[in-house]
């Protein structure tokens, strides 16, 4: 069966009887495979639901994870009634997902939107970060216990080193020799690299429900007011640190360039895009934030850039099986964005760190 008839199956097992228009495959996202499947509604208006073929290579347990992201959106729903949510369609046995063989299968409500991969604009940088603290807000009284990892050690940036260490020694696909300067250098940052990780260990930060992937392109923004309808991708909701979300925003929207830009020298973090998130982000959240949750927003950014570049080369070196690539060395490619990133972000630290408090004194 292709594409095209896989999806119109797995619609009408949503109950979904309209008309079947065909899809379009959208490019979001790293891992999971996503697509916009459009039916026409007997009135004669075109009607679009999103499928999603869940990657469960990278979610050992999906079923789990829809439980997650059940609470979670009945959760905001019911402190925001009337405002545009993520909806998960049911099958006939109450099911929000289809098995069928290897394939795990989802269904959402389309909303009308717009996303930015890389946003100049300061004002739609505010509102993301708005919006993601919002989301952590809506969340403050949501018992942690309640949701299971979906990847377990997800933000663990020391086991995401052991497991960097564990690829080196395997070497399965010969690329080792090729990625010398990049293991060196992420070898000398490796305690850095993890404060965040210890500090957690050490109970000195908070555990709280985070999004965990803060990427600027998982907030749908209203393409008239440009303020942030509805934040998605919830795959990796789960019992993390306020830090995770803020660093994983900033790495992201905060670099001069997309994170696989191969003009390494560009990339870099612009401080004004830094301001006008964490002015965005600290409205929402300063007021529940630890004095030490504050204090570490900066080393986040550099904490989470140098542990994606570790996953990064992770997969480079085990022969491409987590990440989506478009190149046999996109991984590579990636990897060396994101160490000029980081390496960028140590060099202003201070002036981030600095940042942080006049954000949060101007509250
Ligand atoms: C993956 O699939 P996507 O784009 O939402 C990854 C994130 C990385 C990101 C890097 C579950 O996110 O952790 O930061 O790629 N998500 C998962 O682009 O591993
Ligand atoms: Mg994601």
């Excluded at 639901?49 to 009945?74: H, W």
């Amino acid at each position: 069966m292709d594409l095209y008839e896989k999806l119109l199956e797995v619609s009408r097992l949503f109950r979904i009887e309209y008309d079947y228009l065909g899809y379009e495959t959208i490019q979001m996202g790293n891992v999971n495979r996503t697509y916009k499947v459009n039916f026409m509604l007997p009135e004669g208006k075109p009607k679009s639901f999103l499928v999603q073929n869940v990657n469960t290579y990278a979610f050992r347990n999906p079923v789990g994870l829809m439980e997650n992201i059940d609470k979670v959106t009945e959760h905001i729903r019911r402190k925001k009634p009337g405002q545009t949510a993520l909806h998960f369609h049911h099958t006939a046995d109450r099911k929000t997902y289809v098995i069928d063989g290897e394939n795990f299968w989802r269904m959402t409500n389309y909303v009308p939107s717009v996303t930015y991969n890389v946003v100049k604009d300061l004002d739609i940088v505010r509102n993301a970060g708005m919006a993601f603290g919002e989301f952590q807000t809506e969340l403050m009284d949501f018992d942690i216990h309640e949701l299971i990892e979906t990847i377990p050690g997800f933000h663990n940036t020391r086991k995401r080193y052991e497991s960097l260490g564990e690829a080196i020694r395997l070497d399965p696909v010969g690329r080792v020799a090729q990625v010398g300067p990049e293991i060196r250098w992420l070898m000398e940052v490796q305690d850095l690299a993890c404060k965040l990780t210890d500090l957690q260990m050490a109970g000195e930060l908070p555990l709280r429900v985070t999004h965990n992937d803060t990427k600027i392109n998982n907030v749908l923004f209203d393409p008239q007011t440009n303020q942030g309808m509805v934040v998605i991708d919830l795959d990796t909701v789960m019992p993390g640190l306020m830090g995770h979300d803020f660093g994983d925003a900033i790495r992201f929207a905060g670099n001069f360039v997309e994170e696989d830009c191969p003009d390494y020298e560009k990339a870099g973090v612009d401080l004004e895009v830094f301001r006008a998130f964490a002015q965005g982000f600290l409205s929402q959240t300063a007021q529940s934030m630890t004095r030490k949750e504050l204090d570490t927003l900066s080393l986040s950014c550099f904490a989470l850039t140098a542990e994606l570049c570790v996953r990064f080369l992770d997969d480079y070196i085990r022969g491409d099986k987590y990440f989506k690539i478009n190149s046999p060395d996109h991984n590579l490619v990636r990897t060396r964005c994101q160490i000029a990133l980081a390496k960028d972000m140590l060099e202003k630290m201070a002036r981030m760190e600095q940042i942080v408090r006049e954000c949060a004194a101007q509250l």
